[in-house]
């Protein structure tokens, strides 16, 4: 049998707690228990308790309070929250890393390929293949004055 602990006991319409500590409306305050200890503990004729596994089981219970399931709910959605704004400012921070030219798209690539065209757009403009080339004829065009690279 399976050691994975990925089933749940249910007595009069609640999950057994962890090490049979009480119960809950709550999958995911229900204790988790090998296939083995389930069977046990179905089998030592303790009155209605019978197992479900963990993907089988209801997130709440009918069993369950309608204020306790509502409260989780909203504990959950907290938590969501907060790794959304906490996700979102890692971007921000991200986003501020990196180059300007590159900021606004999804990927440093797509940023990159679009960099490419456009100087290859002003390559063919000046009549060069390469940088070098392109920055000689920019010299001319400006009169042989320094251009910052």
């Not at 709550?26 to 046990?40: F, N, V």
């Not at 209605?48 to 959950?76: N, Y």
């Amino acid at each position: 049998m399976s050691q994975e602990r990925n089933w749940l006991l249910v007595k009069r319409g609640l999950y057994e707690r962890s090490d049979h500590m009480g119960y809950t409306g709550i999958r995911d305050h229900a204790g988790r228990y090998t296939e083995e200890e389930a069977k046990d503990s179905v089998r030592d004729g303790s009155y209605g308790v019978s197992m479900v596994r963990l993907e089988d089981a209801p997130e709440f219970t009918d069993a369950c309070f309608d204020d306790l399931a509502r409260k989780h709910l909203r504990d959950i959605i907290a938590e969501l929250e907060e790794r959304v704004s906490s996700l979102q400012s890692t971007i921000d921070s991200l986003e501020k890393d990196r180059p300007h030219w590159a900021r606004g798209y999804t990927s440093d690539g797509v940023a990159a390929q679009v960099m490419m065209v456009a100087l290859n757009g002003l390559w063919d403009l000046l009549g060069a293949s390469n940088q070098t080339e392109a920055m000689g004829k920019l010299r001319e065009l400006v009169g042989g004055e320094r251009i910052a690279a």
